[in-house]
């Protein structure tokens, strides 16, 4: 069993940055692959990023290569995702999963509660 907990969330103007945390309790932390999701109002939940176990690989959304970074400490459980360039579409609610895939919801085993992410223009 892993349990998630998201912080770093907020409200920011277009152009800024934010680096959202999601700590991880429970076991094997390394063994895990780590993703962030988002879900915008009235969309559908949607891959954001996603990180191998070592860290070695790293996977995103089009629309945010190159503006958002995923990285990982094992040592504290922890994974991030810093979001820079922000924009007014990336408004959501962040969700960091646990699990064994890259991109498919089905693939992750375990979900934080969320946290919000407001971008104003």
């Known amino acids: 069993q892993v349990q998630l907990v998201e912080s770093g969330g907020g409200l920011v103007q277009a152009g800024g940055s934010l680096r959202l945390s999601c700590a991880a309790s429970?076991?094997?932390?390394?063994?895990?692959?780590m993703g962030w999701f988002r879900q915008a109002p009235g969309k559908e939940r949607e891959f954001v990023a996603a990180i191998n176990w070592g860290g070695g690989s790293t996977y995103y959304l089009d629309s945010v290569k190159g503006r958002f970074t995923i990285s990982r400490d094992n040592a504290k459980n922890t994974v991030y995702l810093q979001m820079n360039s922000l924009e007014p579409e990336d408004t959501a609610v962040y969700y960091c999963a646990a699990g064994y895939g890259v991109k498919r919801e089905y693939e992750y085993d375990y979900w934080g509660q969320g946290t919000q992410v407001t971008v104003s223009s």
């Open positions: 429970g076991r094997s932390f390394s063994s895990y692959f």
